[in-house]
């Protein structure tokens, strides 16, 4: 057996591929390896339903997996689980840009919990000096955490107005809740972006329509300007908030001239055909 693997850190998507090219689907806990311990990831590994001894290799794709260091640190979490296959680590924009761009040019961009771009040349990523994504403190622009940190900024600053407020406040708890689950809690870049289905829900309402835009605007302008400054390329997206705010965002780009040409919200059956193939 052989397993591909879309790891992001709210929900994993598992492919196990059976001799005959069968493919069975499964969903866990998502995890990043910046954020969860080690004990944390090995239990999420531990809950596939399989029999471990017949897999062969993996290919996981995975959020936070950017660096040599900390793939090489993950290998080993896999390794001390699946003790009998080759496991491989890789980061999730390689997976992204497999899953959206194939064999051709192209910008392949994140907008899941949290966010990423790269430049894919049709075999692998092109290398440069920048860094994106830089997780949800530092960055993750246009992703879910990011737009739940602007929710709340508004539910706190007094812009979401009173009615909104109390839904709010139902859902999510009152300000003391929040800052305890952002502040003393592990998994704050989750559930931040948890607030993306309350925003999904209002988004017809004034206050929550600017939240998304300003979020876009912000990874337009400190990632896609970045990356691809002459606009000559197509640029596509995976994830979660990019096919939910899919309008929101084509009007974005629109506006500055780039053109969106796929949106993916789940890579993982274009992975596992790219593999396959």
């Known amino acids: 057996m052989i397993i591909v693997a879309d790891g992001g850190s709210t929900k994993c998507d598992w492919a196990f591929i059976e001799k ?5 689907y499964q969903k866990t806990k998502g995890f990043n390896p910046n954020i969860n311990n080690d004990s944390e990831i090995k239990l999420i590994l531990e809950s596939l339903s399989l029999n471990r001894n017949d897999v062969v290799e993996i290919y996981y794709f995975g959020s936070g997996c950017s660096s040599t260091e900390i793939r090489s640190s993950l290998k080993q979490v896999f390794d001390c689980v699946f003790k009998k296959s ?3 680590i890789f980061h999730d924009l390689e997976g992204s840009a497999l899953a959206c761009c194939g064999k051709e040019k192209g910008i392949a961009c994140i907008l899941g919990t949290g966010s990423n771009i790269c430049e894919w040349n049709g075999k692998e990523i092109v290398e440069n000096d920048l860094y994106f994504g830089n997780g949800y403190i530092l960055g993750d622009e246009g992703s879910g955490s990011h737009l739940g940190k602007l929710l709340i900024r508004e539910a706190f600053t007094g812009g979401l107005g009173k009615e909104l407020l ?3 406040t139902l859902e999510f708890g009152n300000r003391d809740q929040i800052i305890q689950k952002v502040y003393s809690r592990s998994g704050a870049n989750v559930f931040l972006a948890s607030c993306t289905h309350f925003i999904s829900q209002n988004k017809e309402n004034t206050v929550i329509k600017s939240i998304i835009y300003e979020a876009f605007e912000v990874f337009v302008k400190t990632n896609l300007f970045q990356i691809s400054p002459l606009k000559n390329l197509p640029v596509n997206f995976v994830g ?5 705010f ?3 965002l ?3 780009l629109l506006k500055h001239n780039y053109v969106c040409n796929k949106v993916v919200q789940n890579p993982l059956e274009e992975i596992v055909k790219a593999i396959l193939n």
Do not use: G
């Open 240 to 244: 979660s908030v990019a096919a939910i």
């Open 246 to 248: 899919k309008v929101e």
């Open 250 to 252: 084509h009007e974005v």
């Open 166 to 168: 109390e839904r709010f």
């Open 20 to 24: 005959s090219e069968n493919v069975i």
């Open 86 to 88: 080759k496991n491989n």
